[in-house]
Each structure stands twice: as structure tokens, then as C-alpha cells.
């Protein structure tokens, strides 16, 4: 018989499952990307959260400033 902690288990493990193959997705697209559309898309995922910061020293560089 099925009770509802069992059913909670297996929603969470399918959302996990779930999760790791949207992973798995967006990874088989990354050799699509060229060097630019990377690096634009590194500075959009890291300005949610923290600025971003051009190096002269070395190319880029994304803050790890914590707020």
C-alpha cells in the first residue's frame, strides 16, 4: 500500500530526476556556444547576483564579493 510519505519520496525523487536531466540538457548544448556567447552568458548568470567586473590584468574576472 501506498501512504503519503512514500508518494512525498517519490515526487521528490522524480523532481530531482527531473532536475538532473535539464542539467544534463543544457550541458549537451554548451559546445554550441562560442567563446562570446559563454562569456556574455557567465556575466548574465553572475550580475543577478553579484557585479561584474572587467580585469585589465587578466581579460574577465566575476566578483565574488559576498553582500
Do not use: C
Amino acid at each position: 500500500m501506498w501512504n503519503s510519505q512514500s508518494i512525498v519520496q517519490q515526487q521528490q525523487r522524480l523532481a530531482h530526476v527531473l532536475a538532473i536531466v535539464q542539467d544534463l540538457k543544457a550541458l549537451s548544448m554548451l559546445p554550441l556556444l562560442t567563446n562570446l556567447d559563454l562569456i556574455q552568458e557567465i556575466q548574465t548568470i553572475s550580475t543577478a547576483t553579484r557585479p561584474f567586473i572587467p580585469s585589465p590584468t587578466n581579460g574577465l574576472s566575476l566578483s565574488t564579493e559576498l553582500f
